[in-house]
């Protein structure tokens, strides 16, 4: 306050970005709670997590909400395990959705994401890092990064990026997921699986307190 | 005014058509052949360059004569009295307004449903039946009497014999060729000249295509290669294109996966139009990509990763496990949906292995207790299964699984199967 005090009161105020009011509005995600304020449009968000963490429901939950807006999305799928029928139990209109099969080929998913947030338009766009190996994923270029938050930015395009590791440089919102455990109904050997419980934290805004999200099973 | 050229020539009929066409065109660009024997045209710019009616009349007569024409010329205000008059008379006739009725008055009926097909003849006969022959007479019939008796035929026939209908020329439009084809000088084997050469054939396309309000829904390309067959490639669209550029991309990238593989010396490109694609986009609804600039992207992609391994999913109508296929993705715009509740909870999804993970698999007490995979490796701590799946019995895909969900100790769970026929236990997914 006492350098501001000592400007000339012509000059221009430095405005940072945590002070630039969005364009557009939030992708609203009702039901995690992490994502109370919804997914800021024209960045980028991570979620991370191990196996069995719920990234994936987590994704077409996200992914659920936006087509029924009316959005345009698409899933760039490194490793080629998304699966259709979940997608659509989850919500998603498959139809307003561009699949990219890459077949393991990590160069491959990120060029194509790179022209598919150029194109524009799109409401949101998944990279997905999973089960990649991770020697792969420390020769990815840090400028990528770069080059994909200055296409988006001032769009209402989100870049969902989810991985087992923190890869983004540079992201708005950071997800780390964790499962807690699963949710078997009877005794054995007479077991069904209800669902998940899992843990999700924030890491980026960093927020202490732990969450808990409840995975349902499709009947 | 317009003025109406018949020929009474029936010997050579179709020179006859192209000659009356011809002298038509020599006075009005916007020409209505009402048959192969007649021809009419509007006259009324010509009064500031030629005078007056009669003038124009004898202008028309004169140059018929030149062209050695047997044809008759009639002049009115409206067409279809134009056509009656040329029909009726020989020589030249002019109707000048107001004076209609009374030159049409002596022209039988039968000439006036020769005129126009779309009155049923039956109409003809009740007309003989009431007494009346000439024009004259069906116009002196009161309008709405024959209205009560014929209906709207009977209005329309009346107004044609009074001299009164005005209607438009029925100019038919020029047939549009959506084809483009040069001979090189010399053969060229880049791409980059040949699309040089293609973006300057694509171009006229296009604006021939936004001069019809049309759209390529299909590019046709065929290439003469040197001492080589000829090679054809046809692109077509999800959604119409009109814009030249992104044609050219998607020909480019085309090329660039599947080159010709000879030098070029002779291109032809050819589209195939439809309607272009109109949408009014909604001030509140969200934005889509869009459709020429996602088209050229997509291609892109499939350049880089397959054609068969971009697009929208579809699911199957089957049972069978990860039954899909790809299609081109809707990109209407759609308005927000209704909150739905049951979209506010979270399911559990899976994240599959494609293909699946072949596994050894400890079985104890009829229960998988160990699983080993390529990156999968754990003890069994909970399982739920098996749950039996097949189908297609009666064709050779026929499948049959037995599926379990198991929780191992890295923590993780996954989805495992045995294929009964084959006894081979895989990994199918993981539950993430």
Redesign the interface.
């Known amino acids: 306050m006492a350098n501001t005090a000592q400007l000339s009161p012509f000059a221009k105020p430095v405005r940072f970005r945590s002070e630039i009011l969005p364009k557009f509005p939030a992708l609203r995600i ?3 709670p992490l994502l109370r304020r919804g997914i800021s449009r024209g960045g980028i968000t991570e979620i991370t997590g ?9 994704l ?2 996200i992914l ?2 936006a087509t ?5 999305c698409a899933v760039v799928d490194t490793n ?12 998603v209109k ?10 393991g ?1 990590t160069e ?1 998913a990120m ?2 994401a790179d ?2 947030l ?6 949101v766009v998944i990279l997905d890092l ?2 990649v190996n991770r020697k792969v994923l420390n020769r990815i270029p840090l400028s990528y990064w770069h080059r994909f938050r200055r296409a988006i930015e001032q769009t ?1 395009t989100v870049l969902l990026v989810c991985s087992s590791s923190a890869q983004t440089k540079g992201c708005w919102h950071h997800l780390q997921l964790q ?1 807690q455990h ?1 949710r ?1 109904e009877g005794k ?2 007479f ?3 209800q ?2 419980d899992i843990a999700g934290r924030s890491c980026k805004p960093v927020e202490s307190a732990v969450q808990r ?6 009947a | 005014m317009y003025a109406c050229i018949h020929s009474s020539d029936a010997a050579n009929a179709s020179a006859t058509q192209d000659a009356l066409l011809a002298l038509a065109v020599e006075f009005s660009p916007e020409v209505e052949q009402t048959c192969s024997d007649t021809v009419v045209f509007s006259i009324a710019p010509l009064r500031s360059m030629l005078g007056s009616w009669q003038q124009i009349a004898s202008e028309i007569a004169r140059r018929g004569y030149a062209r050695k024409l047997k044809a008759h010329l009639g002049i009115a205000g409206n067409v279809d009295t134009a056509i009656l008059l040329a029909r009726k008379c020989e020589g030249t006739l002019l109707a000048m307004p107001g004076e209609e009725a009374s030159k049409l008055a002596d022209i039988a009926l039968e000439r006036l449903f020769a005129h126009d097909l779309e009155i049923d003849n039956s109409v003809l006969e009740t007309l003989h039946q009431w007494g009346l022959e000439t024009c004259g007479d069906l116009a002196g019939l009161p309008e709405s009497a024959l209205t009560e008796r014929l209906g709207m035929a009977g209005v329309y026939l009346r107004q044609i014999a009074l001299g009164v209908r005005q209607r438009a020329l029925r100019v038919r439009a020029p047939e549009v060729s959506y084809e483009e084809q040069m001979e090189l000088g010399h053969p060229l084997e880049q791409l980059e000249p040949l699309l040089f050469l293609f973006g300057r054939a694509l171009g006229d396309l296009c604006a021939r295509l936004r001069s019809q309000s049309q759209a390529a829904r299909l590019l046709d390309l065929r290439l003469a290669l040197d001492g080589a067959r000829e090679y054809g490639c046809r692109l077509e669209f999800p959604v119409a294109l009109d814009e030249s550029r992104s044609l050219l991309k998607l020909l480019q990238l085309h090329l660039e996966r599947h080159p010709p593989g000879a030098a070029v010396v002779r291109f032809r490109l050819r589209m195939e139009t439809t309607e272009p694609r109109r949408v009014q986009g909604g001030l509140f ?6 459709p020429d ?2 088209q ?3 291609a ?2 499939a350049g ?2 397959g054609k068969e ?7 199957l109508y089957t049972y069978r496990p ?1 039954a ?1 296929r ?2 081109a ?3 209407r ?5 209704a909150d ?1 509740p ?13 293909p699946a993970l072949r596994a050894n698999v400890h079985i104890a ?1 009829q ?1 998988p207790t160990r699983v080993c995979a390529a ?1 999968v490796n754990g003890t069994v701590v ?3 299964g098996p749950w039996e799946s097949s189908g297609e019995w009666w064709a050779s895909s026929e499948w049959h699984h037995q599926e379990w ?1 198991v ?1 191992l100790d ?4 996954y989805r495992i199967a045995r294929e009964v026929p084959a006894d081979v236990w895989v990994v199918v ?4």
């Open positions: 009702p039901a995690v191990p196996r069995s963490s719920g990234r994936m429901s987590v077409l939950h659920a909400q029924a807006r009316g959005e345009i080629d395990q998304f699966h259709p029928a979940s997608a659509a139990a989850a919500g498959l139809a307003r959705l561009v699949w990219v099969r890459c077949r080929n491959h060029r194509a022209l598919l150029h194109a524009g338009g799109f409401g999973c089960e209402p499962l699963p078997w054995p050997p077991c069904l699986l669902g998940l999200l409840s995975l349902e099973r499709t | 609804l969200p934005p889509t990509p869009e600039k996602l050229v992207t997509l892109r992609i880089l990763v391994n971009v697009g929208s999913p579809e699911l990860d899909f790809l299609t993705p809707d990109l715009s759609f308005p927000p949906e739905d049951r979209r506010h909870l979270l399911r559990l999804s899976l994240r599959l292995f494609r007490n229960a990156g909970e399982r739920s969900d929780a890295d923590g993780a769970l997914g993981v539950y993430d």
